[in-house]
């Protein structure tokens, strides 16, 4: 089935530093990429889509400077989180489609800290 | 906006029971609806979908049921089991050619041994 790697799961950084989170699909081509945030006991939010090839498109109130994304080829998508602050402190996910497989096929998500 | 809204927010139920978890979104043209099983610190799993031309489906003990006209849809889970606990999400596709999903607010499920 499609899988979906994610790096890194966990990654502990400080106030002011930039952290890059990776996504690749392994065994299908993703056209489109999403890439989710998930604070504790509540849901996925939806931070942008990427196509392969276009700009990313933020949905409203995600600052595009701070979340930079790149899906520059049909298999990997990176998140930048630039000048991370506590406030970041989340569960990034990411998923991906090909737009033919029923469903998202998910990350395994990164733990983000920001000390 | 699209909007998806899921209830109830937790539900304990008896190992044996059934569970019902209920979902109403508001897009009309939304036409794909996928469940998702996410256990704690891990990635949700697609555990069930239905397309809006099916009025139901079934899995073994998972089934999902969809009524377009009240833009209503169910997860409904039989003879639960202790490892049925988890958190349930529901989705609605915003039918916009973005393949974007509005994701519901979560259910916490807690089967009781």
Not at chain 1, 10 to 19: A, N, R
Not at chain 1, 71 to 83: F, M, Q
Not at chain 2, 4 to 24: F, M, N, R, Y
Not at chain 2, 32 to 41: A, C, D, H, S, T
Request: aromatic share 10%.
């Amino acid at each position: 089935g499609a899988v979906v790697s994610q790096h890194p799961s966990w990654v502990i950084c400080k106030s002011g530093t930039s952290v890059k989170i990776e996504c690749r699909s392994l065994d299908f081509q993703a056209t489109t990429m999403f890439w989710y945030r998930q604070f504790p006991k509540q849901s996925l939010m939806l931070m942008a889509t990427s196509n392969e090839g276009s700009k990313a498109t933020y949905e409203q109130g995600v600052e595009k400077d701070k979340f930079l994304i790149n899906h520059a080829s049909l298999t990997l998508s990176t998140l930048t989180v630039t000048s991370a602050h506590p406030e970041d402190s989340s569960f990034y996910i990411c998923s991906a489609t090909d737009r033919v497989i029923s469903g998202y096929t998910f990350g395994s998500g990164t733990r983000l800290t920001v000390v | 906006g699209e909007n998806v809204e899921q209830h109830p927010s937790t539900l304990s139920v008896q190992e044996g029971d059934s569970a019902v978890i209920k979902c109403t979104y508001s897009d009309s043209a939304s036409n794909y609806f996928p469940w998702y099983k996410q256990e704690l610190g891990k990635r949700p799993q697609l555990i069930i979908d239905i397309r809006s031309n099916v009025g139901e489906k079934k899995d073994q003990r998972i089934a999902v049921t969809l009524n377009k006209t009240a833009k209503h849809f169910s997860l409904h889970i039989t003879e639960t089991q202790p490892e049925d606990s988890a958190v349930y999400f529901c989705a609605a596709t915003w039918a916009s050619g973005t393949y974007k999903y509005i994701f519901g607010t979560g259910t916490r499920l807690k089967v009781l041994a």
